[in-house]
């Protein structure tokens, strides 16, 4: 089954960019999303294939695809950036949804 | 508001039974694929199972085939999860997420309904 790897933590100062990563095989052929899950809270979707965002998600987040690695970008962090951060793809080999394990963003 | 309520979860001794809903409101559901998408205490993010429009295609994760039942009544707007022989490693909090018209992302989610496993 599709594997994807992101790392357990990442810490930032405010504003300064951060880029998280999540790892598959050849993950720049598939569709990836990215999601911001605060403490008790529903996951909200910011970045869905690759670098489009939903209406009410701030331009500071954006996405790339390239070879075995897709990256969440998120410029001028902020304070209440702080989060896990998961990415997810469509595997059509399996017809499953796969999510990495997340990460957790700290802010400085 | 585009919203989704879930609602159903409890405490259910293992091997139990337990019948999850998720009501829609400010959409139409009939318009949209659906999900279900778990996350166990302190754990990350682990999807469930997916439901085509009319209900024509569904999926399951391997941890939940032949034990969950999805479904949906859309002239209810609502989505349904039967749990079946229910274990331990069930315990999770369950939310519904609808699926972006164009991209198999989630941009609406649930609140969360919570399912215990415990004798």
């Known amino acids: 089954s599709y594997v994807l790897t992101q790392p357990p933590s990442v810490s930032v100062a405010p504003g300064q960019t951060t880029r998280l990563t999540c790892g598959g095989n050849?993950?720049?052929?598939?569709?990836v999303h990215w999601y911001q899950q605060k403490p008790g809270q529903a996951p909200v979707l910011v970045v869905y294939?690759?670098?489009d965002r939903p209406s009410g998600i701030p331009e500071r987040f954006s996405g790339s695809n390239s070879g075995n690695t897709a990256t969440l970008i998120i410029s001028r962090v902020e304070a209440g950036d702080e989060a896990d951060y998961y990415c997810?793809?469509?595997?059509?080999?399996?017809?499953?949804?796969?999510f990495g394990g997340g990460t957790k963003l700290t802010v400085l | 508001e585009v919203q989704l309520v879930e609602s159903g979860g409890d405490l259910v001794q293992p091997g139990g039974s337990l019948r999850l809903s998720c009501a829609a409101s400010?959409?139409?559901?009939?318009?949209?694929?659906m999900n279900w998408v778990r996350q166990g205490p302190g754990k990350g993010l682990e999807w469930v199972s997916y439901?085509?429009?009319?209900?024509?295609?569904?999926y399951y994760a391997d941890s939940v085939k032949g034990r969950f039942t999805i479904s949906r009544d859309n002239a209810k707007n609502s989505l349904y999860l039967q749990m079946d022989s229910l274990r331990a490693e069930d315990t999770a909090v369950y939310y519904c997420?609808?699926?972006?018209?164009?991209?198999?992302?989630?941009?609406?989610w649930g609140q969360g309904t919570l399912v215990t496993v415990s004798s």
């Open positions: 294939n690759e670098g």
């Open positions: 050849n993950i720049e052929n598939r569709g």
């Open positions: 997420a609808r699926e972006h018209l164009t991209a198999n992302a989630f941009d609406i």
């Open positions: 439901i085509s429009i009319r209900s024509t295609t569904i």
């Open positions: 997810q793809v469509w595997d059509t080999s399996t017809q499953l949804v796969v």
């Open positions: 400010g959409f139409t559901l009939s318009t949209y694929d």
